[in-house]
């Protein structure tokens, strides 16, 4: 039986409308973590980060995502985070707290930021205190919590898979 022959890397699949997600980070000790997490949103179709900083991003590792994704810096987030939050846009925390939804178990609205915490030290006090909803993703063994790169991309893989078309 001849087997057809297998196209490899083939094109990107244009989304039917522009994602309403955002993806908020900290200001990052790593700007490979930064980088990565640009990387994911262009493959995402997110087309818009907010960060705190101004840590550079590395093309070698964002890839085309550099010329598709909009950094827009902050001094600080919780500022910016309330005024989307007076835009409509729901604010879910990804943070492993006593009030913390399972990913899995989470409907996300269509108009969404998720809020990354710091590698180190997750959501601030006052990130916490104006998120709508916190979610976690569940551990099954030690460390107590994924790199937040694999975390981001898990969060933002469940809203995509919820929103397929954008």
């Given at each position: 039986m001849?087997?057809p ?27 490979v ?8 949103c ?21 890839r ?30 990804l ?21 990354i ?32 790169v ?6 933002v ?10």
């Amino acid at each position: 039986m001849v087997q057809p022959e297998h196209l490899r890397h083939k094109p990107a699949e244009p989304l039917d409308r522009n994602r309403e997600l955002l993806v908020a980070c900290p200001h990052f000790k790593s700007a490979v973590n930064l980088s990565r997490i640009v990387r994911l949103c262009g493959c995402a179709g997110v087309g818009q980060i907010v960060v705190r900083g101004s840590l550079k991003i590395d093309p070698k590792i964002a890839r085309d995502a550099v010329e598709q994704v909009q950094i827009i810096r902050r001094r600080t987030l919780t500022t910016s985070l309330i005024k989307l939050r007076e835009e409509g846009y729901r604010l879910v925390g990804l943070e492993q707290t006593n009030q913390s939804k399972v990913l899995f178990n989470y409907s996300f609205d269509r108009k969404t930021v998720l809020v990354i915490g710091h590698e180190r030290n997750g959501l601030s006090d006052d990130e916490l205190r104006i998120m709508n909803d916190l979610i976690e993703i569940p551990v099954y063994g030690l460390p107590h919590s994924y790199n937040v790169v694999t975390a981001t991309t898990m969060a933002v893989y469940e809203y995509c898979r919820q929103f397929p078309n954008g």
